[in-house]
């Protein structure tokens, strides 16, 4: 399986790459156009600022092969950060990607960011929920995504005001926590992503 990380300068992936170098993958760490190698699954990690990361991928070249990827439904997970840039726009300024309608406000709540364990409720549709008994995950972050298809929700949690967790579109899934921070159900969200990745790249070698 060829799996692609996305490297948006901040130093900050050891416990994403940690995670999947435990599930026996060896991703490709890709920065700018002389990393791009062809994949079949991308993951955006959870870290930066909206207006940041979207002006490191635009000056790296990257966005260009990342459109490609979308456009040919290379299933792509974001994490945190990496769900938020699917959408058009957010509160602490830029725009994002605009793959999907809807935008980034930040949390209302008196105390930011939301830190900690909270569960998570599931929709009836599978998304990446698959052997999660329990789903409780680890959160970090003060925006949260507002979609305008409430279609592609899998999943919402409650601090101080309920909100969309996880999403699925098409090829693109998303989740506000940190599956690589958050143990064994963490572990089993990102095999299950590389289930779907694997799936993608059988039938694309057809």
């Known amino acids: 399986m060829e799996l692609a990380v996305i490297d948006y300068g901040n130093g900050n992936l050891g416990s994403l790459l940690a995670a999947l170098h435990r599930l026996g993958q060896n991703p490709h760490v890709i920065h700018q156009t002389t990393d791009i190698v062809p994949v079949e699954g991308v993951i955006f990690p959870g870290v ?52 999907l309608k809807g935008n980034v406000p930040s949390l209302q709540a008196p105390v930011l960011p939301h830190i900690g364990w909270n569960d998570v409720t599931v929709t009836d549709h599978p998304f990446l929920w698959h052997n999660i008994v329990r789903p409780i995950f680890y959160f970090v972050h003060t ?64």
Do not use: K
Not at 157 to 178: C, N, R
Not at 186 to 205: H, I, K, P
């Open 143 to 206: 925006y949260r995504i507002q979609p305008h298809e409430a279609a592609i929700v899998r999943g919402i949690t409650d601090y101080y005001e309920s909100f969309p967790v996880a999403i699925e579109s098409g090829s693109l899934y998303g989740v506000q926590f940190h599956p690589e921070l958050s143990g064994p159900n963490g572990t089993r969200l990102l095999q299950n992503f590389l289930e779907v990745v694997e799936t993608y790249g059988n039938m694309a070698s057809r």
């Open 48 to 99: 930066g600022s909206l207006e940041e990361v979207v002006n490191r991928l635009r000056h790296n070249g990257l966005l260009p092969w990342l459109t490609d990827l979308r456009a040919q439904s290379t299933p792509i997970l974001g994490i945190c950060l990496g769900m938020q840039l699917f959408f058009e726009q957010g509160d602490e300024g830029g725009e994002g990607l605009g793959w």
